[in-house]
């Protein structure tokens, strides 16, 4: 009996009720842009890293550098086997000797010739024919002049020296195996400068952002904060990781403890067309999808229209479609609404 009552009196007290305007906090949709912040991870390279190789190449027969060793410009790096470059410079040397020997003798005969003539014991034509001798004895010892060089050069070339002060990033050979001239036997970081490499998320408009700032903090140091600033953007997303790849210069030399190699977390603004920010309480559900009530600032009605969240934030929700600029929302109170609700509206802080 009890119950009954109970339901009775509500019954009669609904209508009365729900005819009351119901108090609700509401925002008015305004557009505002708001940066994003992208957090990439990537590691610190060299501004300048590059290959070395072996001219003429040959048989590896030392390396005498690992991975992560600094070398300064000049040091041996590692040897190709030389009895070929010696061999070819022995027949050199002696090719010259030869022609040494040969233009001393042509010259000294031209000499004499050359007093002959002038004591009038000689002929003119002795001095033509000495003459031409000791030409040709002078371009056969230039000929072998230069092929003494060149094997002194390559000979030269059975040592692979460093080209600058830097640090080993990569071993590509052994000992015993074959290098083809030109092919890569080390990769060198030369010193003087880093970068930060990432692979950003492709979507973003990473174009804008080259020139911009961003900050750089080692994931083995939190508390280290290093700046740079945007140097290039791949034109091409790379199809094995589906990222495009940024990189970054840093401002200044990077301090003790941060080397080649190191792992960083980089952080920069990517700039956002404008939309619309509500606060979290704004949003609520009609048919499972997310929806809004806007107020009708006439009636002081409300009405529930679905949206689209572009984006969703600590305290706030971004959207890209269902509301426009000059909406009135409602936030506190959204969940007691039901579709012509009359309502009033409280300022903030009441």
């Known amino acids: 009996m009890r119950s009954i009552l109970f339901a009775l009196a509500f019954a009669v007290c609904a209508p009365a009720a729900l005819a009351e305007p119901l108090s609700v906090h509401t925002v008015t949709a305004r557009l505002t842009s708001l940066p994003s912040e992208v957090a990439l991870t990537g590691t610190l390279q060299a501004v300048n890293a590059f290959p070395v190789a072996f001219p003429q190449g040959g048989r590896v027969i030392s390396i005498v ?3 992560g060793d600094v070398v300064v410009a000049g040091q041996d790096l590692a040897r190709v086997d030389p009895t070929q470059a010696d061999a070819a410079l022995r027949a050199a040397l002696a090719g010259l000797d030869g022609a040494d020997a040969a233009l001393r003798e042509a010259l000294q005969a ?19 024919t000495t003459t031409k001798t000791l030409f040709a004895a002078q371009a056969s010892h230039d000929q072998a002049a230069a092929q003494v060089a060149k094997a002194r050069t390559v000979q030269d070339n059975t040592v692979l020296r460093a080209p600058t002060d830097g640090t080993v990033t990569a071993r590509w050979a052994d000992p ?30 990473l174009e804008v952002l080259l020139g911009h700032p961003v900050t750089m903090t080692p994931i083995d140091q939190p508390d280290l904060t290093l700046t740079g600033t945007i140097t290039e953007v791949s034109p091409l997303v790379d199809p094995h990781t589906g990222a495009v790849v940024v990189k970054a210069k840093l401002d200044a030399d ?11 977390v980089g952080r920069l603004n990517v700039p956002q067309p404008p939309a619309i920010t509500l606060p979290w309480a704004a949003l ?3 048919a499972g999808q997310p929806a809004v009530w806007k107020v009708d600032p006439a009636a002081l009605r409300v009405a529930q ?4 969240v572009s984006a969703y934030g600590g305290d706030t929700i971004t959207l890209s479609g269902g509301v426009t600029e000059g909406d009135i929302v409602v936030t506190d109170g959204s969940q007691l609404l039901f579709p012509g609700r009359s309502v009033a509206l409280m300022e903030k802080g009441e």
């Open 65 to 67: 550098v690992q991975e």
């Open 110 to 128: 031209n000499d004499r010739a050359t007093g002959l003539l002038k004591s009038g014991a000689g002929t003119r034509a002795d001095v033509d």
């Open 176 to 205: 015993g195996d074959v290098a083809n001239p030109g092919q890569r036997v080390l990769t060198i970081a030369a010193s003087g400068g880093l970068k930060g490499v990432f692979n950003a998320p492709d979507g973003v408009d």
């Open 254 to 264: 990077a301090p003790a403890g941060v080397v080649f190699g190191t792992a960083v």
């Open 284 to 286: 609520s559900s009609a």
């Open 305 to 308: 229209v679905p949206v689209t």
